[in-house]
């Protein structure tokens, strides 16, 4: 079983889904990509970014996020917004918890935020709209290993 997935719902910038593939190969964590990519998985950005850790990544690839909550069930999805009220800190992490971001110009849509408002998480910022896709990511689930004391990674 996997530490963590990584869910990345439309992603649109190559080198973001990159460098969260890399994290999820120094990790243990699974990468969902969900819906329309705005990149081909042959980019060499995308390939560049991840740099040769590709076959440590296991990628899985979902036509909606609905179908992924509908295959896995929603007790162990967050949601990554900056119009959420609680943190990201605030949660007791389990492992194989989804962390669900969303694409880099609009983020997770309105309707999926309303629908699972309760299950959706901010990182505290200011002075700027929102973070860059992968920092974020990475915030994040380090927060969710370290509860976790890292599963034992060294």
Known sequence: MFKFNIVLVEPEIPPNTGNIAR???????????????????????????GLDYWEHVKVEYKESIEDLIEEFGIENFYFLSKKASKNYSQIKYKKNDFLVFGKETFGLS????????????RI???????????????IVLFEALRQNDFFGIN
Do not use: I
Request: aromatic share 8%; net charge positive.
């Open 23 to 49: 994290t999820c190969a120094a990790t243990g964590c699974r990468l969902f990509l969900v819906g329309k990519l705005g990149f081909s998985t042959e980019d060499k950005y995308l390939k560049r970014a």
């Open 110 to 121: 309105e309707r999926l935020l309303l629908k699972y408002k309760e299950r959706t998480l």
């Open 124 to 138: 505290p910022t200011e002075n700027v709209r929102s973070l860059n896709l992968s920092t974020s990511c990475g």
